[in-house]
């Protein structure tokens, strides 16, 4: 029997919000916005597209840390050098949620930004070539990572967002290809203190539609936008 054959000679109606005709916008949107500004200041760049690779290390996380440690699970990340952790039950890394003294400052590391691409975003634990922080030949100044401080509430969607501003001090064009999330993970215990190091995992990674293009004395900004809509 194959199920569904029969559903046509069955006397049932279908309700009318179950089709696909007016929320034509997914519930979860993810945006890639990148400004980019020449030596003296003037935006030469705007480039926008949507951002779709959560990886491995990112949807592991969605599994709260008391759950692996209630039903002995063990899970394995990969961080940013290639070396690999066990998760087992207690200690694990993780968030300890709610906020409080018992978690370290900050979670975001920062947006890294590369000259390489790869096409599996979901086994990616780190971007192909990043490009490194400093003033040398094909390097970026790394500036400091913000995320808003609220979320903010338009119309029918609310988002939030997190950035991060690069400067070119390397005396040449520097090209930007592919970019990615980073955050840092602390091994604690099931109540929540941190009781090892901080790894650091790669939870998002986009190959850039086209490639960006910093010259010399400028700077590009780069926004992660994550939107819910009802």
């Known amino acids: 029997m194959i199920v569904g054959e029969n559903l046509n000679s069955l006397d049932v109606k279908v309700?009318?919000?179950?089709?696909?005709?007016?929320?034509?916008?997914?519930?979860?949107?993810?945006?890639?916005?990148?400004?980019?500004?020449?030596?003296?200041?003037?935006?030469?760049?705007?480039?926008?597209?949507?951002?779709h690779s959560p990886t491995k290390n990112f949807i592991i996380y969605f599994v709260p840390i008391y759950y692996l440690y209630s039903n002995n699970i063990s899970i394995t990340v990969t961080d940013t050098s290639n070396n690999t952790y066990t998760n087992s039950s207690n200690p694990a890394f993780g968030i300890s949620y709610p906020s409080n003294q018992k978690n370290v400052p900050s979670y975001l590391v920062m947006?890294?930004?590369?000259?390489?691409?790869?096409?599996?975003?979901?086994?990616?634990?780190?971007?192909?070539?990043?490009?490194?922080?400093g003033s040398g030949t094909g390097q970026l100044v790394?500036?400091?990572?913000?995320?808003?401080?609220?979320?903010?509430?338009?119309g029918s969607s609310a988002?939030?967002?997190?950035?991060?501003?690069?400067?070119?001090?390397?005396?040449?064009?520097?090209?930007?290809?592919?970019?990615?999330?980073?955050?840092?993970?602390?091994?604690?215990?099931v109540t929540g203190s941190v009781v090892g190091s901080t790894v650091q995992l790669l939870v998002w990674y986009d190959v850039l539609s086209s490639s960006i293009s910093v010259s010399n004395g400028g700077s590009v900004t780069i926004y992660y936008t994550f939107t819910v809509n009802p």
Request: charged share 10%; proline share 4%.
């Open 159 to 189: 988002y939030f967002y997190i950035s991060q501003t690069f400067n070119n001090n390397s005396g040449g064009t520097v090209t930007i290809t592919e970019v990615g999330i980073i955050i840092g993970l602390s091994q604690l215990i």
């Open 15 to 51: 309700p009318g919000d179950a089709y696909y005709t007016q929320k034509d916008s997914p519930m979860f949107n993810a945006f890639i916005t990148i400004i980019v500004r020449d030596s003296n200041g003037n935006i030469v760049n705007i480039h926008r597209q949507r951002s």
């Open 111 to 133: 947006i890294a930004v590369g000259s390489g691409s790869q096409s599996n975003a979901y086994n990616a634990y780190n971007l192909a070539a990043p490009i490194a922080n």
């Open 142 to 154: 790394y500036g400091s990572p913000s995320i808003s401080t609220s979320i903010t509430v338009s």
